[in-house]
């Protein structure tokens, strides 16, 4: 780098003009209200579904890769035998009832003793208790999807015996999508100054969906990039999947510190520092550390402090120069005036 060659040391300030420079300004740029990142989107979680209850699957309503709606049926068991465990226990439960009718006309007549009353009561109550969990297991012959979601993978055929809890589904629940993305340490920063969150695809022509933030992982991997994780304020199901690659942008608040932007010759490194050379009133220069954002496009260097806006800055040939030196600044050609003729 030509940084190697320059010195911060040296003191020059007594020297008349030694070289000529070409000077800049730090700016700012548009990507300082609002930037960019790519970003994965990922469904809220999976589901592994299967029944209640054991049984032989008799019908599978869906197939992998379809879309499926909440409450939508998605497969049946054989419940022949259930429908009959159900009916058996209905006429007990009829002809006991009658029973227990007849016995609290007898008790109201005092021809019966309370505890004889209270014994067909009791098994009444307890054999309504064994018809609904037989109606229960009835119901559970029957497998709805319990949110939005894509069928990933079919796991049994009919005919196919499955216990109680056995993945017969796997689904993607989609009902609220997620979308992963990493930031650099300078946007990290200045997570209190974050306004909207927005994502678009390239797939998808106009499409702009507003998100809300629902984390940042507080520690840096080791590339120095943080976890931020945001979710969609909509239902997307129909224009975003998972998997798909994605970019989101941050828009920060107007009153927040803007980075600035130099050109990248115009830096060099000095003792493990990023620097560069800043002119005073009377042509001095002076070396001045800064820092920079490396995560930022390679098109420009991204100051995110040691500078400000009324800074003159050299803009290149700093390997060439010393602390302290008298430059002459060579001022910029005028696009309207080629070789000042006018």
Known sequence: MAGALCSCSGDNTGKEYTRSVYVTSPET?????????????????????????????????????????????????????????????????????????????????????????????????????????????????????????????????????????????????????????????????????????????????????PMELLSIVPKADSNQLYRIRLAFKDNVAKHITPGMNVEICISFNTDSVAPLCLPLSALFRHDGNDCVYVLAEDSTITCRPVTIDRNASAAQAVVTSGLSAEDRVVKAGAGMLHNGEKVRVIEQPSETNVGGLL
């Open 29 to 209: 740029t548009d990507s300082s209200l609002e930037q960019s990142f790519s970003g994965i989107v990922e469904e809220t979680h999976g589901i592994s579904l299967g029944f209640k209850t054991a049984g032989q699957l008799s019908r599978i309503h869906a197939k992998e890769g379809d879309y499926v709606k909440k409450g939508q049926l998605l497969a049946e068991l054989d419940d022949a035998d259930y429908r009959l465990g159900v009916e058996a226990l209905q006429i007990q439960y009829d002809q006991l009832t009658d029973e227990v009718a007849r016995a609290s006309r007898l008790y109201e007549k005092k021809s019966m003793s309370a505890n004889d009353f209270e014994k067909a009561s009791a098994g009444l109550r307890q054999l309504g208790v064994q018809l609904q969990v037989n109606k229960n297991k009835l119901a559970y012959t029957k497998l709805y999807a319990p949110a939005d979601g894509y069928v990933s993978a079919v796991n049994f055929s009919p005919a196919e015996m499955v216990d109680a809890g056995t993945a017969v589904f796997n689904l993607l629940d989609v009902s609220r999508m997620e979308v992963v993305a990493d930031i650099p340490a300078s946007v990290y920063l200045k997570r209190n100054d974050f306004g909207a969150f927005t994502c678009h695809s390239n797939h998808i022509i106009n499409g702009r969906f």
